[in-house]
T-cell receptor, first 113, second 113 residues
Framework: EADIYQTPRYLVIGTGKKITLECSQTMGHDKMYWYQQDPGMELHLIHYSYGVNSTEKGDLSSESTVSRIRTEHFPLTLESARPSHTSQYLCASSELGSNTEAFFGQGTRLTVV | GNSVTQMEGPVTLSEEAFLTINCTYTATGYPSLFWYVQYPGEGLQLLLKATKADDKGSNKGFEATYRKETTSFHLEKGSVQVSDSAVYFC????????????FGGGTRLMVKP
């Protein structure tokens, strides 16, 4: 069973609030990712990291930001939440080598009202 | 670039029916191929994988064979159960360690008793 955890599982928050979605893994993986999953199921990569102090933007433009101060922790922050940010957010991690599989957290379902 | 195309759903089957979900890919080199499953309200779980041509991945009665000549990795199960109802994602991991996992759009499977 994968050791990657996301909190909270569900979050309902008002427009304009600042929020941080937490993601932690205990597998020592260097690569970490954030995906946004729309109601049509498709996964969109919004941020990724190769290791500490490394952060990159993904294929889908996002107003969120991430940080990677510790290997095991990869939080995602929205400075001012809007209804358009309502979505499912999935965190994942993998080893740094090639042809590697990713392990996923259970996701955070965010609703901005 | 890399891409994964899988059949659109939903796929609706009766219990004990045969399942095929088609997946084809485009990639340079020799990627690893994966099937992930997402149950309602959960993150993605690795279902099976294959790392080289002609490899067969299998798990929980599901199988998929890495076909280099047709660039395909179709998912099959001989007899589906209601508990198999979920969304299935085909994905590839390229041989270049710097590249990200690429996912297909997902296929929803609904199994009726």
């Amino acid at each position: 069973e994968a050791d990657i955890y996301q909190t909270p599982r569900y979050l309902v928050i008002g427009t304009g609030k600042k929020i941080t979605l937490e993601c932690s893994q205990t597998m020592g993986h260097d690569k970490m990712y954030w995906y946004q999953q729309d109601p049509g199921m498709e996964l969109h990569l919004i941020h990724y990291s190769y290791g500490v102090n490394s952060t990159e933007k993904g294929d889908l433009s996002s107003e969120s930001t991430v940080s990677r101060i510790r290997t095991e922790h990869f939080p995602l922050t929205l400075e001012s939440a809007r209804p358009s940010h309502t979505s499912q957010y999935l965190c994942a991690s993998s080893e740094l080598g090639s042809n590697t599989e990713a392990f996923f957290g259970q996701g955070t379902r965010l609703t901005v009202v | 670039g890399n891409s994964v195309t899988q059949m659109e759903g939903p796929v609706t089957l009766s219990e004990e029916a045969f399942l095929t979900i088609n997946c084809t890919y485009t990639a340079t080199g020799y990627p690893s191929l994966f099937w992930y499953v997402q149950y309602p309200g959960e993150g993605l779980q690795l279902l099976l994988k294959a790392t080289k041509a002609d490899d067969k991945g299998s798990n929980k009665g599901f199988e998929a064979t890495y076909r280099k000549e047709t660039t395909s990795f179709h998912l099959e199960k001989g007899s589906v159960q209601v508990s198999d109802s979920a969304v299935y994602f085909c994905a590839l991991s390229p041989p270049n360690a710097g590249n990200m996992l690429t996912f297909g759009g997902g296929t929803r499977l609904m199994v009726k008793p």
